[in-house]
């Protein structure tokens, strides 16, 4: 479907795995507003949920519902009051818009604002339509403008960094430190990605793709790897036991035994459980992964170690160190590009751009981290 005179042409979700290419009425950019042509977009987890489920946990999709929300673009039209950004300049979005009243937004963490509406999130109502479409009308107060020596496509990988590093802030590590990701997927390599240049002294990474592991530590995002075992057990006493049994296998790979911090970027019960057996005294857990709401913790083993749990969502006010850090030539720095294994090309490829995504490795045995789709 090509685009009408009046019409942007979208991706819009209808049910499970039900994609409709459709044109949408766009007028021009308000006052504060910039329109921007999206060029690249990376499909996260959330996206994934959306597309398979039709939901995100509790979040139930309740109309036609346009996906994407990690995206760069390029200015197209600039409304009348806007001065920040010009026609042409190449821009990293971000789509999360809070109230900027309220005490959360007033305080520096708007990210947890009651209000906030978050693009291709099925959260507020009417939803906030996302970013695979072709252009999008966006406050330029969002559009991070790109320096030159960062590509579209990095620029579309500042939103999951920033995740990274609001869970970096939250953590407040120590120079000298020994981190633990788990979860070898892009938002925990990113995560092992700014411990390696903020001062961790080791960075370990489990997971329970060994492939994903060999990637982590080939390419330097991690120092030292844990193959989790692919185990389940229904009673707890056997969650338990296998949950200390991983620990002590994070303790046998990291040269420190227990580490001082763990970035938990899976949501799955045992990793955090084992999370809490792996951690030393008075560190810290961060809970970034989204899993099941509802999960039976050993809380005494950390409550009387003083570990503490430290809720991570989204990020706030990241985008600036973000475009520095990919900026820079910190020798530390991992080649963040090596995480886009796959790339799709136009509207009509969407639909396999999303069947990939939900992959381990493609018909080629080629591993699957990040998906993109470029328009």
Do not use: W
Not at 9 to 36: I, T, Y
Not at 171 to 199: D, E, H, N, Q, R
């Amino acid at each position: 479907m090509g685009e009408t005179a009046d019409g942007v042409q979208a991706s819009v979700l209808h049910g499970v795995k039900d994609l409709k290419l459709e044109n949408r009425s766009l007028g021009p950019p308000g006052p504060s507003e910039v329109q921007v042509a999206v060029q690249a977009t990376g499909l996260c987890g959330s996206d994934l949920h959306y597309f398979n489920h039709y939901r995100n946990g509790d979040i139930i999709v309740r109309e036609p519902l346009t996906l994407g929300h990690e995206s760069s673009g390029v200015i197209t039209a600039v409304g009348s009051g806007v001065t920040s950004i010009n026609v042409g300049d190449r821009v990293a979005l971000e789509v999360g818009l809070p109230c900027l009243e309220c005490e959360f937004c007033t305080s520096g963490r708007y990210n947890i604002c009651k209000t906030l509406r978050f693009r291709s999130s099925a959260k507020s109502f009417p939803h906030f339509q996302g970013t695979l479409q072709k252009r999008i009308n966006h406050p330029a107060a969002y559009c991070h403008k790109l320096p030159d020596s960062v590509s579209q496509d990095l620029g579309a990988l500042l939103e999951p960094l920033g995740v990274a590093i609001h869970g970096l802030r939250r953590a407040a590590l120590k120079p000298g430190c020994t981190a633990l990701v788990f979860g070898a997927g892009a938002v925990g390599l990113l995560c092992a990605a700014v411990c390696k240049i903020s001062g961790v002294k080791e960075v370990i990474i489990a997971d329970i793709q060994e492939d994903r592991l060999n990637f982590a530590v080939e390419n330097k995002f991690a120092d030292a790897k844990v193959l989790v075992p692919m185990k389940r057990f229904e009673a707890i006493e056997e969650k338990l036991k296998f949950a200390k049994e991983v620990a002590e296998l994070v303790k046998k790979a990291s040269s420190a035994g227990e580490v001082d911090t763990v970035f938990e970027c899976t949501g799955v019960e045992s990793c955090l459980q084992a999370s809490i057996y792996a951690t030393k005294p008075g560190g810290r857990i961060m809970l970034i992964g989204m899993g099941n709401p509802i999960q039976t913790l050993p809380i005494s083993a950390a409550a009387l170690r003083e570990v503490d749990l430290v809720g991570v969502f989204r990020y706030a006010n990241t985008y600036d160190e973000a475009i520095k850090i990919v900026s820079s030539d910190d020798p530390l720095l991992p080649d963040l590009s090596k995480l886009i294994t796959h790339r799709y090309h136009g509207f009509e490829n969407i639909p396999d751009a999303f069947a990939m995504a939900g992959r381990v490795k493609d018909d080629e045995g080629k591993l699957v981290l990040k998906v993109f789709v470029e328009t």
